[in-house]
C-alpha cells in the first residue's frame, strides 16, 4: 500500500508490525529474513527522503522535546504554549514529535502565534495521532530517521520533563554536542525542579570519576522561563568542549 499525503502531511497506514521492531527482531533472522534486510534499506531510504523532501524548506526553527502524557491542566503545558509562541514570535519554526501532552503544547503556541508548526511523529504500538496543532507532519516508522530530522532542521533544542524517549533524545544531542558532530547548538533544559537532580548527579559522579569534563556542563542550560528558554535556543552559542582555543573550535 501507498503512502498517502493529506493535508500537508505524511500519513503511514497503520495495522501493520512496527518497522523498528522487525528490524531488531534476533528471532527473526532466518534465511528469509537475511534475503529482506537488503530490501529494507529501501525502505528506510525512503523515509529519509521524505523527511528531507518535506523539511528542506523549513527555515530556522527549534526543536522541542517533552513528555507526551501531560495534561493541559499542567503548568508544564502552559509553559510549552507561552516558549512555542516564543519562538514564534522570534520567527523560528517549532518542531516536536507530532503527539499529545508537551509536543501539542509547543505546536499549539507556534501556530497561535502565526510561526510554522511542525511534528514529526512516529509509529508505535498504542497509536499516537498526530495533533491539531501541526502544519506540517511527516509520520516515520524509524527512531533513528526521525532523530535525523530534529537535528538537522533546528539551531537548538528545548527540552521539557519528560520519560525514558526525553532523556534519550537529551543525551544523544548532548554526545553530539560534546563529540563536535554539532556545534553552537542550545540545549536548554525546561524546569529547575525536574532537571537539577539530574545535573547534580552528574557533577557529583561523573565528575569526580572523569567520566567527562567540567567544561561539557557547559553545553546544557535550566530555566524556568518560556522567554529566556526562546532567546538562549535561537541566540546562544555555548563553547565546544575544550573551549574557543581547542581543535573543536577551529
Same mark, same amino acid.
Given at each position: 500500500m501507498m503512502d498517502r499525503r493529506?493535508?500537508? /502531511?505524511l500519513i503511514v497506514p497503520s495495522g501493520k508490525p512496527l518497522a523498528d521492531?522487525?528490524?531488531?527482531? /534476533?528471532? *527473526?533472522?532466518?534465511q528469509l529474513m537475511l534475503h529482506a534486510d537488503p530490501w529494507r534499506v529501501l /525502505?528506510?531510504? $525512503?523515509?529519509?527522503?521524505?523527511?528531507?523532501?518535506? %523539511? $528542506?524548506? %523549513?527555515? =530556522?526553527?527549534?526543536t522541542i522535546f517533552g513528555s507526551a502524557r501531560v495534561p493541559d491542566s499542567d503548568p508544564l503545558y502552559q509553559a510549552a504554549i507561552a516558549t512555542g509562541r516564543a519562538l514564534a514570535e522570534r520567527g523560528f519554526a517549532v518542531i516536536t514529535g507530532g503527539g499529545p501532552g508537551i509536543m501539542?503544547?509547543?505546536?499549539?503556541?507556534?501556530?497561535?502565534?502565526? !510561526?510554522? $508548526?511542525?511534528?514529526?511523529?512516529?509509529?508505535?504500538? &498504542?497509536? *499516537?495521532?498526530?495533533?491539531? +496543532?501541526?502544519? %506540517? !507532519?511527516?509520520?516515520?516508522? +524509524?527512531?533513528?530517521? /526521525?532523530?535525523?530530522?530534529?537535528?538537522? +532542521?533546528a539551531r537548538g533544542f528545548i527540552i521539557f520533563p519528560g520519560g525514558f524517549g526525553t532523556l534519550d533524545e537529551l543525551f544523544e544531542s548532548l554526545?553530539?554536542?560534546?563529540? !563536535?558532530?554539532?556545534? &553552537?547548538? =542550545?540545549?536548554? %533544559?525546561?524546569? &529547575?525542579? +525536574?532537571?537539577? !537532580?539530574?545535573?547534580?548527579?552528574?557533577? &557529583?559522579?561523573?565528575? =569526580?570519576r572523569a567520566y567527562l569534563s567540567p567544561e561539557d556542563l557547559q553545553l546544557v542550560k535550566v530555566t524556568d522561563s518560556p522567554e529566556e528558554a526562546a532567546e538562549w535556543a535561537i541566540s546562544s552559542s555555548p563553547e565546544p568542549p575544550g573551549g574557543p582555543g581547542s581543535d573543536h573550535a577551529q
Open positions: 493529506r493535508a500537508g /502531511r521492531k522487525a528490524f531488531f527482531d /534476533r528471532d *527473526q533472522l532466518d /525502505r528506510i531510504l $525512503s523515509e529519509f527522503v521524505e523527511g528531507f523532501d518535506a %523539511l $528542506s524548506s %523549513l527555515g =530556522p526553527a527549534v501539542e503544547a509547543a505546536n499549539r503556541g507556534c501556530k497561535e502565534a502565526g !510561526g510554522v $508548526s511542525v511534528g514529526c511523529n512516529i509509529e508505535l504500538p &498504542h497509536e *499516537q495521532d498526530m495533533n491539531d +496543532y501541526v502544519d %506540517l !507532519g511527516v509520520e516515520f516508522r +524509524y527512531f533513528f530517521a /526521525r532523530k535525523t530530522m530534529f537535528v538537522k +532542521y554526545t553530539l554536542a560534546q563529540t !563536535g558532530k554539532i556545534e &553552537h547548538f =542550545p540545549i536548554i %533544559l525546561f524546569g &529547575h525542579t +525536574y532537571w537539577d !537532580g539530574l545535573i547534580d548527579w552528574i557533577e &557529583h559522579e561523573g565528575l =569526580p
